[in-house]
């Protein structure tokens, strides 16, 4: 097995919104008078965890505070922990500030362990956290890695895994950055320990005797000497996560940024799940003001069930830049009803380049699939604008073809009316009726009848129906004029008409 831990340090910050300014005054959250984390420019001014508020306040004037808020805490970690399930659905939450992901399974899949953790460690920065992260064969390993600063610090990093047995890894962390309990942390400080090795050098059962059986078994767990089995994160049964923006925004466009944040979870929801949507919709929480609505419903619809998260957002960008915005915008909520199976991709067993010749086919020369091409020009035309011709039981040409959704799925069955003879591809809007010389239809001249007539008899059920095309009596014939162009004519109690022309 291998885990990987992601601490967030500076996750009660990092979990309340603030406007992103370059002359941004230094903040900090606190919780019953004292500090509980700030940002860089506070620290520099000596602004630590544990401080009173106070204290901070007369050696920092200008400190900008908030009270902590666990609720947008948690959902910062739930939003992580789905969007983590893009790269394994085995996730597990160790709060208040910790994520755990077993990613051997993966490793094949996103192009070994380096590549992996990389991916991993920069989409936890796209939503916005700050993550120490590291890698270790057991979970608590990887926390207290982790804890210690992590790979920034040159503890768990991928090139570390093999370098040195686990143990002696853990030995060189130091005891005060582990986040024991205090009791634990002040008995081993009192036996001299400095370090994790300091206290694997001490015999185990005085070690029980005198700071607790839970130390002992803690350090069998790291060592995985003994099973340290971790509950997995249950995925929602139904997507619905809100976000709060660090300031009002009057601009549709600048939402945009924002809502990656949730269209990056709800991929990893959908990707452990092994599903995708057709349809999501996003909710834009206004400012209470007078005459404006309390929120905006965008509604995001896709030619076929996808994941993909670059798609979901070239859509809302679409949508979001024809949007006007009735009064400033203070959160958005992405939500989604029940997900559907998602089937899997082909590729080519011996492509270079890992996809297969249908997927080509599939795709433009952009890469840009069909579908993404069609829910792109619904969002800029509208769900009505956009739409294919599909077949219909109907012996009459002018009723033989209905509007459908652009990817509906096409009836095996055809038409549904039987045998007919050929049909040309460009009907005209209304049958134009053609002269006649002798009997015989003109079009530049005399047209020469090449098969056969065909009967059409129909419609006598809607002929007192408005714009409807009522009852038919037709002859229909393949004709060629003196330019060779290739006619579909008929006759009927009127005379000649052409009705299409074939390719």
Same mark, same amino acid.
Request: hydrophobic share 45%.
């Given at each position: ?36 984390? $700030? ?29 902590? *808020? ?111 309990? $205090? ?14 090795? *300091? ?52 601009? $549709? ?125 619904? $969002? ?124």
């Amino acid at each position: 097995m291998l885990w990987l831990a992601l601490y967030l340090p500076r996750l009660p910050l990092d979990a309340r919104p603030c406007a992103c300014s370059d002359a941004a005054p230094p903040r900090a959250i606190v919780e019953r008078e004292r500090i509980v984390v $700030a940002d860089d420019g506070a620290q520099a001014a000596g602004i630590v965890s544990g401080l009173r508020l106070a204290s901070a306040r007369a050696r920092l004037p200008e400190l900008v505070v908030q009270p902590r *808020d666990p609720a947008q805490e948690s959902a910062a970690l739930t939003r992580l922990a789905c969007s983590a399930g893009a790269f394994t659905s085995e996730v597990s939450l160790a709060p208040p500030a910790t994520l755990l992901l077993e990613i051997a399974g993966s490793l094949r899949f996103f192009g070994g362990v380096e590549r992996l953790f990389a991916g991993i460690v920069q989409a936890a920065a796209e939503q916005g956290l700050r993550v120490q992260a590291a890698l270790a064969p057991t979970p608590l390993a990887a926390q207290w890695l982790a804890f210690a600063g992590g790979a920034d610090a040159g503890f768990g990093t991928p090139a570390s895994l093999d370098a040195a047995p686990l143990a002696h890894r853990l030995g060189v962390l130091p005891l005060a950055r582990l986040a024991l309990p $205090a009791a634990q942390e002040k008995r081993l400080a009192a036996f001299g320990a400095g370090t994790l090795a *300091d206290a694997l050098r001490l015999p185990r059962a005085g070690l029980a005797r005198r700071v607790g059986a839970d130390f002992v078994a803690d350090l069998a767990r790291a060592l995985g000497e003994i099973p340290d089995p971790r509950a997995r994160f249950v995925f929602p049964e139904h997507f619905s996560q809100t976000l709060e923006l660090p300031a009002r925004s009057e601009s $549709a466009l600048a939402l945009a940024f924002a809502a990656r944040r949730l269209i990056a979870a709800l991929s990893g929801w959908l990707a452990a799940r092994a599903a995708g949507i057709r349809e999501c919709v996003l909710d834009l929480r206004c400012e209470r003001t007078t005459g404006a609505p309390p929120a905006l419903m965008l509604s995001l619809s896709f030619a076929e069930v996808t994941r993909d998260a670059q798609r979901i957002g070239r859509v809302l960008d679409e949508r979001l830049a024809r949007l006007q915005l009735p009064a400033s915008v203070e959160s958005l909520c992405l939500r989604t009803a029940a997900p559907e199976p998602l089937a899997g991709r082909a590729a080519a067993l011996f492509a270079a380049d890992g996809s297969s010749a249908r997927g080509h086919a599939a795709r433009g020369a952009g890469g840009t699939t069909i579908a993404e091409l069609i829910e792109r020009l619904q $969002a800029c035309l509208g769900e009505q604008g956009v739409y294919r011709l599909a077949a219909h039981p109907e012996h009459r040409p002018e009723n033989a073809t209905q509007r459908d959704a652009p990817l509906a799925r096409q009836d095996a069955r055809g038409s549904g009316v039987g045998q007919h003879g050929p049909r040309p591809l460009w009907l005209l809007p209304a049958p134009q009726a053609l002269p006649e010389q002798g009997g015989r239809p003109q079009r530049g001249g005399p047209l020469r009848l090449l098969a056969g007539p065909e009967r059409i008899e129909s419609g006598w059920w809607d002929e007192g129906e408005p714009s409807a095309v009522g009852d038919v009596r037709r002859d229909y014939f393949v004709a060629v004029s003196q330019r060779c162009e290739w006619l579909w004519i008929f006759r009927s109690e009127a005379g000649w008409f052409l009705h299409g022309l074939f390719a």
